[in-house]
Structures are given as C-alpha cells and as structure tokens.
C-alpha cells in the first residue's frame, strides 16, 4: 500500500513539473479589447474593423498610466471577414468581454447600419449590454484621439455616458436596446453620436459625446443637435432616464431665471382633431432656481404663479419646435408614437397602419401641456443682482 502511495505521489509530481496544459491560455497571450471601430471604405468597398486593446498582464488598478495601449486595422468584404482578418495582425488572442463601446463610422451606418448590427448579435463574444455608438466622420480616426483626462479613452467615455443624465443633451443606447427597435420599419431611434473639436481654452481636438444620431431602416438618417436630444429625453420614458436633471434660462419679464429641472409624470392620449387622429401629451416638472440675474421678490405668490407658468410655456415651445423637427424634416417617429397606438389602440392603428410613415405621421396633430412645479424658493426669499 505505501508503495502503492509512493507512486501517485510520484505521477502527480510529475504532472506539476511537466507544466500548463497546452488547452490553457498564459495571461500574457491575452489582450482585452476595450473599444471597437467599424467603417466602410468606399473607395476600396471593403469594411475596416479596428481595435483598441489593452494587454491583460498589467491590467491592474495601480499600474494605470503604464498599461501599454496597442492599436490594430484590418479590412474585408463583410464586417465579418474584416474581423476574422484582424486575428491575423493582432499577435494576441482577443478578448471582447471588457469591450463597452462600438463605434460605428458615418459610412458604415449610412450604408448598412443593419449589417454591423446583426454581426454584433450573432457573435458570442459580443456583450449586448455594450454601447452603441456613431462616429461623425471616421471611427477609427476618433479612435486614435488621446483622452481629455489623460485616463484610457474607454474610462473617459464611461464617464461621459453616465453624465448625460445630468445634462440631457446625449443620449446612448446598448446594443441590445437597438436591436429591440431597430427593424421597425414605422419608427427611427436614436442613439449617441460622437464627434471631434476643440474645448473651450484647449490646444487640441478632444471627443465630444454631444447630440444624437437618427437610424431609420437600418441605415443612418440624419444628426440631431444637443437640444433635440434633450426633448427626447423629456418626452419618452425610460426607466434609466428617471434621474435625469437639466438646466433652463427661463424668460421672465425683464429677468432670466435659472432652473434645474427635473422630469416627473408623463402621460399620453389619443385625440381627434378635424376629423384626424392626434396625439396629446402631458409632462408635469419640478424645477429649482438656481440664479436670477436681477432682484426679484420669490415671497409674493404672484410673482412665484407667473415664473412657474413663464416656465411652462417656454418648455411647451421648446418642446414643440423639437416635435415640428421630428415631423416635418426628419419624418421619422423618434418618439414611438406608432409603438403607442399599436400597443393601446389596435383598431385605430389598424386603420392608419399601411400610410403611417407617408401621410399620417408627418401631418399628425401633436399637442403638448407641460405643468413646472416651483415647490422650494432656496434659502433665500429675494434673490437676484442689485
């Protein structure tokens, strides 16, 4: 019996010395992806897939700033093959797990936004929870952009989408969400559009996650400036938008208040108006004044009633102007009013269905009523400038 031990001492031993299974890959092998660029050459008619990597050895939180970035291209006919020939190049073996964003060039998305789309869900090493994300211009060019806060460019980007609850002028969507609204042919969606330009007191051309980008049958349709996107975010409701806060100058008199607003209740009906369908909106707000630039007295309830309904009617406007934009320009149902009607009226939808995105949509009648509640006044009764 001890002999017997002896030997599967000796054979486990043996093992040890003999090293790592072939089937097991070293740490130094492995690079992390951590941002993805998909264009389209024209010229060449081929797909250009880029990747930001990083390398998994030094991968640790204190050793930041000498974590060695590595970038590598590659091009095919299809986005696929683009990708398969970037194995090729890249010296590693690639690991897409970490990667959060996908940034998605203006040739690609104009040409065949559906395409990136379906190759991004059909590969398992995708994570559909990443961002989705349109490069005004070249992707990988934006991607070669050194970081603002000199932190990798993927933890600078985290971080201005985790902001854009706090000012509302950017809005981006994961993948997975896209791909849920995408293929509708009666609606567009919108998610975020990443551009390049110098700040304000900067030497050099930084990113900028401003505005949105409007996909509408599977291709790019058109750009939407900050303060469009910002009527979207007050308009629809989204159960990861529910702490978005903005900041309004509000006209009042002679005077221009300062409001922090926040979006409470919205609700949405259907209306008729000259024999046609419509649709009313509701959106109740709270707002905080945060500056006035004149002496103003917020203790009289008089003078309180008229900045909340100077606020009102100047977010109705607002509000309007971005709605009239939808329609009459862009002729696309950002909004989802089509998801609505479908969804509460079947028989009303039914009926207008087939000349939805031709007739019905684009001369609908769209009403909108918004209530701003003025509950606190600040610490102090009368502020303002002397």
Not at 5 to 25: E, N, P, T
Not at 39 to 48: A, C, G, S, W
Not at 347 to 366: A, C, H, L, N, Q
Request: hydrophobic share 40%.
């Amino acid at each position: 019996m001890r002999t017997i031990k002896r030997g599967v001492l000796l054979l486990l031993l043996s093992a040890m010395l003999a090293g790592c299974s072939s089937d097991i890959r070293e740490i130094s092998d492995i690079a992390l992806v951590m941002l993805t660029a998909i264009d389209y050459d024209e010229q060449k008619q081929l797909y250009v897939f880029t990747v930001n990597c990083l390398e998994a050895s030094t991968n640790t939180a204190g050793n930041t700033a000498r974590k060695p970035e590595w970038i590598a291209s590659a091009s095919g006919p299809s986005v696929f093959e683009a990708a398969r020939n970037l194995r090729s190049r890249a010296g590693k073996v690639l690991i897409w797990q970490h990667d959060k964003f996908f940034l998605i060039g203006e040739s690609a998305a104009r040409r065949s936004f559906y395409e990136v789309v379906d190759f991004l869900t059909r590969s398992r090493d995708i994570r559909l929870s990443s961002f989705l994300i349109v490069a005004q211009g070249n992707a990988s060019e934006l991607m070669r952009t050194r970081a603002e806060t000199g932190d990798l460019l993927s933890n600078e980007m985290l971080g201005k989408v985790k902001n854009e609850q706090l000012w509302g002028k950017s809005l981006t969507l994961a993948v997975k969400d896209i791909v849920n609204e995408y293929t509708n042919p009666y609606r567009g969606i919108v998610t975020g559009k990443l551009s390049k330009a110098k700040p304000m007191g900067g030497n050099r051309e930084v990113l900028f996650l401003s505005g949105g980008s409007v996909i509408q049958q599977g291709r790019l349709k058109e750009w939407l400036s900050g303060d469009d996107t910002l009527s979207i975010h007050i308009l629809v409701n989204k159960k990861y938008w529910k702490a978005l806060e903005f900041a309004e100058y509000v006209p009042f008199n002679d005077r221009r208040v300062a409001l922090r607003m926040r979006v409470g209740k919205r609700s949405m009906s259907l209306v008729r108006a000259e024999g046609k369908p419509g649709i009313a909106i509701r959106i109740e707000m709270s707002g905080s004044i945060t500056s006035i630039d004149k002496k103003l007295n917020l203790a009289d309830p008089a003078t309180l009633h008229g900045v909340e309904e100077a606020a009102s009617r100047y977010m109705e406007q607002r509000l309007k102007v971005s709605l009239n934009r939808f329609q009459r320009e862009l002729k696309s149902d950002i909004i989802g009013f089509s998801d609505y009607l479908r969804q509460h009226h079947p028989y009303e939808w039914k009926r207008i269905s087939k000349t939805w995105v031709t007739d019905v949509y684009p001369t609908m009648p769209i009403r909108v009523r918004v209530d701003v509640a003025i509950p606190t006044i600040g610490m102090s009764e009368v502020i303002g400038g002397p």
